[in-house]
């Protein structure tokens, strides 16, 4: 047990200063635009797919579990609304950043954790490059634009598909499902989730960077911190959510 608690301290304690220090070099020059679009592409375009097919899945399994169970009480004309608040604070962000962010933090741990066990970050050191502006600032600036991204289009898609799956399995006025959705879900709601999405997007990658940065044993370390990531991620994500969401509802509602 005390080991545990000493290799958690140390871990959350390494996140912590890493944040500091990314928070420090976001100031210094040079400036990675270049680094930061690559990122943007390998995290958005390369995950749109996953995001995308959970999110039309996750609707239309929601909304139509929802209709079924809101009939026994003869609330199914409030499906629409109930579904799509679902999705927009909840569902929408947290499965894009479990899913994605999964993805993306593994890929990066792999990626640094390999130029940690080969001495490239050492190399660098020598060099005199402040590798966390090279090497995890891009990534993190680029995660703050494309989790909210991927954010609002698994809204969409995920809005949509229930909306779809209740007309082709219940038999809804498609109009009046979107009229009264629209009536009852107001743009804090729609903001809520956007805003948790730019928290995670924040959390993957200092995630995935930390471990691949902090990667030791070798190929065997580095296949340790690959799986470690994507338990970190997923935890991360469920444990922050939480109080993301006790915030947003002392602020807003």
């Not at 995950?47 to 009480?73: D, E, K, P």
């Not at 604070?89 to 066990?117: D, F, H, N, Q, Y």
């Not at 209740?166 to 009046?176: L, N, Q």
């Not at 107001?186 to 990658?205: N, Q, R």
Request: charged share 15%.
């Amino acid at each position: 047990m005390e080991t545990y608690l000493r290799r958690a301290t140390v871990w959350y304690g390494g996140v912590g200063l890493l944040t500091g220090r990314v928070l420090r070099s976001l100031a210094l020059p040079p400036k990675y635009f270049r680094l930061v679009v690559h990122e943007i592409e390998v995290m958005g375009v390369r995950s749109l797919g996953v995001a995308l097919v959970a999110a039309v899945f996750t609707g239309m399994v929601f909304t139509i579990q929802s209709a079924v169970n809101m009939a026994r009480f003869g609330a199914e004309s409030y499906v629409g609304p109930v579904a799509a608040l679902a999705i927009l604070r909840e569902l929408g962000p947290v499965l894009t950043a479990i899913l994605v962010g999964g993805k993306v933090a593994s890929g990066i741990t792999a990626e640094l954790g390999s130029m940690k066990v080969t001495e490239q970050i050492d190399a660098l050191r020598t060099l005199g490059v402040n590798y966390i502006k090279r090497l995890v600032v891009p990534r993190v600036l680029a995660a703050l634009v494309v989790f909210p991204l991927l954010t609002v289009l698994a809204d969409a898609v995920g809005v949509l598909g229930g909306m779809v799956i209740m007309f082709v399995e219940r038999g809804a006025d498609m109009w009046a499902y979107w009229n009264t959705t629209t009536y009852w879900v107001v743009p804090k709601d729609f903001l809520t989730g956007v805003g948790k999405s730019v928290f995670f997007g924040g959390v993957v990658t200092l995630i995935g960077c930390y471990n691949g940065l902090s990667t030791e044993g070798g190929t065997e370390g580095l296949g340790r911190a690959t799986t470690a990531t994507v338990v970190h991620v997923t935890m991360g994500v469920i444990v922050s959510d939480f109080f993301l969401t006790k915030l947003f509802l002392t602020l807003f509602y």
